[in-house]
């Protein structure tokens, strides 16, 4: 046996010994998922507030408040303005984490899964978490373009309506719902 | 042989007898039938083995390989287990199933062949090689059983999962138990054994927690009538995913507009 062959073994026998570790503790964690239910129940959780924050994010908003309040006011307010982005922010990847956590039951429900759809949603999944990461990095630093936030919003909140119609068109929201129900209460 | 490989080799024998009593008593065998008839088989090799090496020893040549094809008979008897326990998690969910087990399948033998393949050294060691790839595609398969169920959030029966936790320890360490016997038999003799049967034994006491409830935990699942809210919705899904991902690209690429 070549010194190779031992290093890269035992390497790999201990790391699948963590990876099976990693994930059998994952299935102990997974109790309640009450929100999913929410989900089913109001989709739409953050498309109210859209007008909002699409006033919030008005760079001419920004604009008069400083020519009227001066640079100081146009500062502060600029920072709280941000602070609330990012709470947006964050209410998009919870309302896109859901729309993709119902997605999955819907795969797990289904007698009949397609490998490349199953490939394609969990390549998609990661760039969009990575891309979202990036996003928000951008938005600390202080330079993201406002108005294309809240279309990511839009977009994200429209694929949760979109789900929702879809399964109630389909019928299948008894089942959904049964599902998400018996998980929140395992 | 050395009293301490003697005690636990007894320990051993002891624990998998007491598990395969209460399975027998709670009707466990049949929850779990593949296990039970692995805890069975390995408990016939260490009787053969026991009885072979007491009475040939352990150097002998008709000893070696009688012993190691019993052992082969153990790890088939022991991936039938580990499928076992994939099918009593994943195999309500038809879809996911039918994928998984495809996936895991082409997993477990590409691993198999590749160790095949880069640990060939010979005729002499090719039967512990064998095991090591043997060994490495029940882990890769458990282990990717768990990832599954992690991904898509499924429930895995208390008593399901640490019997699939243990079977895939123990073929993770058995694989380091034969790479270390392989490399360094010389230098660490009998020490090695020790370690091997301790773990072993911690294995079976996993398993004796596991099965300590007569009747394990099972919950049914709901199933949809048709594969036409999968087939109708994912394509969209992923239409919208993408969409999403172009629009964060903007975000982070457009210039932030002068205020």
Redesign the interface.
Known sequence: ??IG??I???F???G??G???W??R???Q?KS?EHGLKVLESAPQHLRNMRQIRQAMD?AD??FA?ERGGPAL?KRL?SERRDVVLHYLEAIRAD?EQ?L?I?????????????S??Y???R??V??RW??Q??KL?MHLG???????A??GQ??T??AI??EE??AK?G?R???A??LA??SD? | MPTLTLALWGLATLLTLVILFRGVIFNQIWQFPFFFLYLFVNLLQAAITFFLYRSYGFTSSFTFPLAWTTQGIVVIARALAAVEVCFLILGH????W??AS??LGFSGVLVLAL?LY??K?GYA?GII?LE?GLE?AI??G??GL??F????????A?AT?QL??GL??L???K??ND?FL??FARAIGFNWNHASFCTFVAVLLVWMWALRKPIAMR?P??????????????????Q??????D??????H??????
């Open positions: 046996m070549s062959f031992f890269v073994a035992a790999s026998a201990l699948l010994g990876l099976l570790l994930a059998l994952g299935s102990s997974r998922h760079a920004l604009h400083r146009s600029r896109f729309s956590h997605a999955r039951i819907i795969a797990v429900l289904s007698p009949e899964v397609s490998g759809h199953e394609e949603r969990l998609l999944s760039v969009f891309r979202f990036k996003a951008r330079n993201a373009p406002l108005v294309e936030v279309s990511l977009m994200a429209c694929l979109q789900m879809a399964m389909l299948e008894a089942a959904l049964a599902e018996l998980q395992r | 969910y038809k879809g996911v039918a994928l495809r996936i160790a880069f640990g050294n060691h090689t090591v490495a882990a890769t458990i282990a768990f990832v169920a992690r991904y898509y959030q499924i429930l895995v208390p999962g699939g936790l895939g320890i073929s993770c360490f694989i380091l790479l392989q490399k919950i699942n709901p199933i949809m009538k048709s594969a036409a809210a999968y087939s109708n919705l994912m394509p969209q899904v992923n919208r995913l993408a969409e999403l991902n629009q964060l690209a903007h975000v982070w457009l210039e932030s507009p002068k205020s």
